[in-house]
């Protein structure tokens, strides 16, 4: 893997650093927090021997086998046994599974990643993470109590929460269909339209995945924009905890608010963007603070035009990654140019009116 390729962390590293100031010193959550520090600053750590911090780096998956997805159960380590727990196979037109032992994290995953390939290859036409049906690899029970997921450039990996693991457990597994939906449209991303992973680009990159996750949701449920749930991570959280979701694209912001985790910190309007230092300590220049932007941008635009969120606004938003006129350093008043271009090429004078008003609605003159 090339030392270039970034890796997404789907928490903020501010989440775990105010439950480190609240908690103290706890083992758990100091060597996650200093997890994401090293997904933040692409570094890849050596694949065969244990991290300085405790986290190794996952090898490339290869497409050797015409699998078309495959999970495997890590058992709490880093490095990667050569087993994997369920994997597909077409192979004289029968599939194959094969299975160690029942675990629904593993079980679970093994079905998200059929509904997400399917979501993207008959709503976008795209099939697997590069449109060329690659494998999809997952991992599922990364680490000893790590409450993270990510994407290295190879493997969604995830790990189990704290539950059992903390006298106050806030997280439940992360092995769960948005946030798997989020991590593979990182995925999508670096394949169709790259965004370094840094401040606006970066939170375009951010937004862009929550964006791909609420349709998904919307498109599984059947609900029209007005119906439908605009929440990131709605059953992420333990009930203990009293948090309702990690993200809102409705409401940006306003997710929770909590005694341990703090307060949202996305905003929903340019009038409140600081540019921040380009380093892990600042999430990369606020790329999960400042992805709420555009999610609101997309909140307004989906919402304003009524029917499915994937029909005519989510195929503008991808549209917009498709043509690839995306810059890697892409800012958001660019993104949204680019969103007006595709909207006017392909759809009526009122879809692009509904568009630049969702713009305006979040401080952006496209």
Known sequence: MSAHTPRYSF?????????LLHEGDHEETQLCYQHIQQLLS???????????????????????????????????LTIVPDLYYREDRKADNHQLRMAVRQDADTDNMFEYLDIIYKFFDGVFDYKSFNNSNATISAMTHYGRGYCNAFWN????????????????????SFAQLDIATHEFSHAVIDH???????????ALNESVCDVFTIMLGHYRSRHASHQGDWHIGRTLFSEQS?????????SPGNAYNHPVLG??????HMRDYIELPDNPE???????????????????????????SWEVAG??????????????ECDFLTFARETMAVADENYDEEVTAVLMSAWHAVGLEP
């Open 11 to 19: 928490l903020p590293p501010w989440v775990l650093k105010k439950r």
């Open 42 to 76: 692409y570094s890849y750590l050596p694949e065969t021997d244990s991290a300085p911090h405790g986290y190794a780096s996952l090898p490339e998956a290869g497409c050797h086998t015409p699998a078309h997805r495959r999970v495997m159960h890590l058992k709490n």
């Open 153 to 172: 450039g190879a493997h969604l990996v995830f790990g189990a929460g704290d539950t059992g693991m903390s006298e106050s457990p806030l997280f439940l």
């Open 192 to 202: 169709l339209s790259p965004l370094t992973y840094s401040s606006q680009s970066g």
């Open 242 to 250: 009293g948090i309702k979701a990690l993200r809102s694209l409705s």
């Open 263 to 268: 307060k949202d910190k996305q905003v929903a």
């Open 282 to 308: 600042n999430d990369n220049g606020g790329v999960h603070c400042y992805s709420g932007i555009p999610n609101h941008a997309f909140y307004h635009f989906a919402s304003a035009l009524g029917g499915y």
């Open 315 to 328: 195929q503008i938003w991808f549209d917009t990654l498709r043509r690839g006129n995306l810059p890697p």
